[in-house]
């Protein structure tokens, strides 16, 4: 069996980067369609995120930011690693961050995952509504059990849960992130199976 990974902010509210709506050319919510984004769409364009209780040198220390908007935000170091090891899962988008003093860190992109990962297996998958709705994924609340396929991931690194759009590590790719000593701070990592469960073990 192959594991499915995912991640998720250890609830530290500093990290999450707000979007200054007064400084988007690039709306994030283009990013979950998991299309790639022709050039012309976003060179010389940015979108603004603030950490408002970081310093430059605070967020330096983070390579995968969490944001406001269904986005990450990658340093450069990630870039290159996903770029050496995935560059047909992921595109990044430029973006510029601004600390709590007003200072602009260069640099980092916004992840655009350009795979989406349909790898349920629906004989071991249960799924929540709303109450009154039809059984259709638009009104999914979430799960009581989830299950991927051992191949879920196919030969993809990382991608997007159709469902719910987050974004999932394979295990190989998991590995690799150890192997080059790169720290997701303030993430932890879960088995996307038992995102719902409420006995969460970290990987």
């Not at 995968?64 to 090891?85: G, H, M, T």
């Not at 039809?134 to 990382?158: E, F, R």
């Not at 190989?172 to 932890?188: C, H, Q, S, T």
Request: net charge negative; with cysteine.
């Amino acid at each position: 069996m192959t594991n499915v990974i995912t991640i998720k902010n250890n609830e530290n509210q500093k990290t999450i980067g707000m979007e200054n709506r007064k400084k988007r050319e690039i709306d994030p919510y283009d990013l979950m369609e998991c299309k790639q984004m022709k050039n012309e769409r976003y060179e010389g364009k940015y979108t603004e995120f603030e950490f408002d209780e970081l310093s430059k040198k605070e967020i330096l220390e983070h390579h995968y930011l969490d944001s406001n908007r269904p986005v990450v935000l990658a340093s450069p170091k990630l870039q290159e690693i996903f770029n050496n090891y995935a560059p047909h899962d992921v595109q990044f988008i430029p973006t510029m961050l601004i600390d709590k003093n007003g200072e602009t860190v260069d640099g980092y992109a916004m992840m655009n995952i350009l795979t989406e990962i349909d790898g349920y297996d629906e004989s071991h998958t249960l799924r929540t509504y709303y109450d009154n709705d039809p059984k259709t994924i638009d009104n999914m609340s979430g799960y009581t059990k989830l299950k991927y396929k051992d191949d879920a991931m196919d030969k993809h690194l990382v991608g997007r849960d159709r469902d719910f759009s987050f974004i999932l590590f394979s295990e190989k790719f998991y590995n690799i992130l150890k192997e080059e000593n790169i720290k997701l701070k303030d993430f932890k990592y879960y088995l996307a199976e038992e995102w719902y469960d409420d006995s969460i073990e970290t990987v």
